[in-house]
């Protein structure tokens, strides 16, 4: 009885090793996917880092200074894994100044999200170009006059649209970290404004996470509309194979029917077609007849 309950106990002992050993191995593809996700993340706020690095060189140029939001638009698009046409569209210059918006983002339920990519620049090269701390406070308070103008425009443009439909906010992309912590810590309002007017303000940074789960909510809409679709061609299937086991039935009593049919035949029916065919091959061997 002894060496019973031991050898229950070991097996016991070994299940729990065996399962604390699989707990160790998920642990540890956990963590080594944590420090993966960790090195893009690190990549990609460096590069955004560095690119933002560049904007004291283009605000020296007045057609830069108009490129600059779309380019780092697209460049945080590029660093969120999403391709046009796929995930979103971009409207044209022309497009942009009817009034359409700069971007176009697909969100599951065949929801967009507009955003707009236009910011004061100008303003801010004000501020940056300021000699004295009266100048620069001047040019702050312009900017954030100037960023509140441009959230009221932004708001009265029709981006919101529940025809289309769109959700109900608006994403305003602030293409630079240093001016958005700059704008809000100068208008700690601002924010709140904003979402009043259903405008979400996005710097580089934020519209990064905004666009990663926009990508991750579009993949698993994707990967539930594939599963509906197996399910609707399983229930298809299953209505054939039903069709097809019900008539391999009937074809499977036909056959049992032919086969008793024959087997009739050729036993009882051939035996009692052979009781004459012997009684008169009797008859004509008894006169020595003969067979033709």
Known sequence: MLDGKKQLIDQSVAAVNDRLTRLGDFLQRLEAERKQDLGRLSSSVGSLAATT?????????????????ERMAEDVLRLAGLAEGVNYTKQ????????????TFFLPSDLKVNMDVKFPLE??????????DDARAA???????AVRGHIKAVATRGYIDPKAPTVDYVLLFIPSEQ?????LEAQRDLLDEALRQK???????????????????AENANLTRTADEVITLLGQFNKQWQAYKEQLGKLG????????AYEDLNTTRANQLQRPLD??????????LPEE
Do not use: C
């Open 199 to 217: 405008i979400v303000l996005a710097s580089p940074l934020t519209l990064y996470a905004m666009l990663a789960v926009i990508r991750q909510a």
């Open 123 to 132: 303003s801010y090269k004000a501020y940056v170009d300021a000699e004295t």
């Open 53 to 69: 690095g560049e904007l004291h060189k283009m605000l020296a140029s007045t057609q830069r200074r108009g490129a600059w939001g």
């Open 139 to 145: 040019a702050l308070r312009q900017l954030t006059t």
């Open 92 to 103: 044209s210059a022309a497009e942009a100044e009817s009034g359409r918006p700069d971007f």
């Open 179 to 183: 001016i958005y912590s700059l704008v």
């Open 253 to 260: 009593r036909a056959l049992e029917t032919t086969t008793r």
């Open 279 to 288: 009684k008169i091959e009797d008859l004509r061997q008894s006169r020595n």
